[in-house]
């Protein structure tokens, strides 16, 4: 008997110590400096001009400028015991905890109102128990200095409302109304939606989101907070979406807004809670002329209304990002493909690959046999690659030829003889993220690499040669106007600048028509409506179609399929180029066609495009061809055929 009733004495001085400190916190919290929670999450997107981008900036109403519904709705289906609680819900943590290990999964959430406005305070939403602690630490800060009704408006000015933040936001974008206009249907259904933004917006998922405001309702008559009458009429209540923060607004801005939230959760000078800084001025790269443009060649070439797409326009000499879009329509769907995404790049990787050999001793007039060939490399491993449409030359073709027709045999033959990890050490040295496995099939592109990633990559070969870091945000201002942060361009020296020319002339082959031979050039179609010179490679699987065309002024990236990986035709990969061709020639309109000047060490000399050899009397279609200085070609060429183990197949 005396062992219990140790136990229980030490039992019961625990729980006082435990007490103590409890109140202890609360104590030291009120007094402590206090939070300033108004406007603390507050921000202002600015485009390059520096004027602010309407629609992309938090609007903060005070809780006597939001209907009544809504903080009935919110308080009944988030946090019914909110006005009586001092920040935890110790009751509904223990039923949750209950729930959650009788069924073995996460069923149920236990977090109330404070507990969720300490999260939106944090700039990122990292989980650790670090994160954790400091979260219920500023929770009851919250709960001592301010009250119920201050936190209240805090919560409805931060939650997100399926990548809208705030409720005035929510209610312009969804309804093009006031937050204080409101009915009750109207307000039931966006207090639904921060549950699960994805599976709750009623312009994504319209049956879950019909569920939702439903249990929504039940748990406002529950509550005695309305009828059961006005419930079923607010179900009955036939709803109609807006979709934009304004009338002229573009459906793919808000893609720009979440990349550039993305990358400020990266910027180390920036606070990690918007509690230190009062709010953020984000002056970006943005150029709305540029989005615009983006959008309406996207909507007059995309025929397809089922296909995704995510484009990408940045300045080549320095990177700045001046228009992105992740998706057909925001409104539909908020997943950013431009950011977010990976996927296979097709040909799209092969000028990597030719990078890589002319730092190697090709050239451009260097020769493979386009044909059916399979790679063998022991008893039990051989390679077949195919070319598009099983089209070949049955003979040698260069460098730019393969360029041209995006020929895979050339590619493949180019990538083992290099040997296989010389691609994936190049991919790196221009930025790109991806663990790449050093595979025969890499050099068509088989792995999966982000858009982003691609358009830096091919930005250095846009700028002779220097790798820049692709960037949204210019500078980060508090609210009183301290700079916070700014941007300083990263411009490394990292190839040959003699050599990316070389291979810039070479993509040009893509439009030329002297390449018309046994096959194409795969972007033939675009070459009469150019009026600027560009270096440009297409790439295409099964899923997937890819563009990224550049010159010294602009480089445009862009990547079209379905979510799923199902299929796409052929076609697709047609609009996209058109898409592209519409935007970079929109973008440079009007000024001169500037194209990269001849560094001193390199020579041009007039060449049969296909074979290579130096032209002759009898030669068609010369074509002028760059090499640096004495390796221009002769009559006497290698034959690089016999260092690569081949079946040709009859």
Known sequence: MKWRKKVLKLGVFCILIFFIFYFSLYIYAKYMTKLVIRNANEFYIYDSKGELVEGLSEKWVSLGEISPYVLEATIAVEDKNFYHHSGFDYLRILKSLYINLIHGENLQGASTISQQLSKNLFLSFEKTWSRKLKEAWLTIQ??????????????????????????????????????????????????????????????????????????????????KKITEEEKEEALEEELTYYGTMDTNELKTLMYYQDAVMEELKGIEEIPTTFLKTGGLKIYTYLEMDAQKLLEEAMDKNITNDEIQLAAIVMLPQNGHIIALTGGRNYSTSQFNRAIQSKRQVGSTMKPILYYAALENGFTESTTFSSEKTTFVFSENKAYSPKNYNNRYGNKNITMAAALAYSDNIYAVKTHLFLGEQVLVDMAHRLGISSSLEAVPSLALGSEEISLFDMVQAYATFANLGYRVDGKLIAKVEDMDGNVLY?????????????????????????????????????????????????????????????????????????????????????????????????????????????????????????????????????????????????????????????????????
């Open 142 to 223: 919250l709960e001592t200095q301010y009250e119920k009704d201050d936190i209240l408006e805090a919560y409805l000015n931060t939650i997100n409302y399926g990548g809208i933040y705030g409720i005035e936001n929510a209610s312009k974008y969804y309804f093009h109304k006031s937050a204080k206009d409101l009915s009750l249907a109207e307000a039931s259904m966006l207090v639904g939606i921060p549950k699960s933004p994805s599976n709750y917006s009623p312009l994504i998922n319209p049956e879950k989101a019909k569920e939702r405001q439903t249990l929504v309702l039940t748990s406002m008559v529950k509550q």
């Open 486 to 650: 700014e941007n300083k361009d990263r411009k490394e020296p990292t190839l040959n600048s003699s050599l990316v020319y070389i291979l810039n002339e070479a993509m040009t082959s893509t439009t030329n028509y002297n390449f018309i031979d046994y096959n194409y050039p795969t972007c033939y179609e675009l070459t009469s409506s150019l009026k600027h010179r560009y270096a440009i490679k297409t790439g295409t699987t099964d899923s997937d179609h890819l563009i990224f065309g550049y010159n010294g002024d602009i480089i445009v990236g862009i990547w079209s399929g379905y979510d799923d990986s199902t299929p796409s035709s052929v076609s697709n990969g047609k609009d996209l180029r058109f898409m592209w061709r519409d935007i970079v020639e929109g973008y440079l309109e009007g000024k001169e066609d500037t194209w990269y000047p001849i560094p001193e060490n390199v020579v041009g000399t007039l060449v049969n495009p296909i074979s290579g050899e130096v032209v002759t009397q009898k030669t068609k279609n010369a074509t002028m061809f760059y090499y640096i200085k004495g390796t221009e070609p002769t009559y006497q060429k290698e034959d690089l055929e016999d260092l690569i183990p081949t079946i040709k197949d009859e």
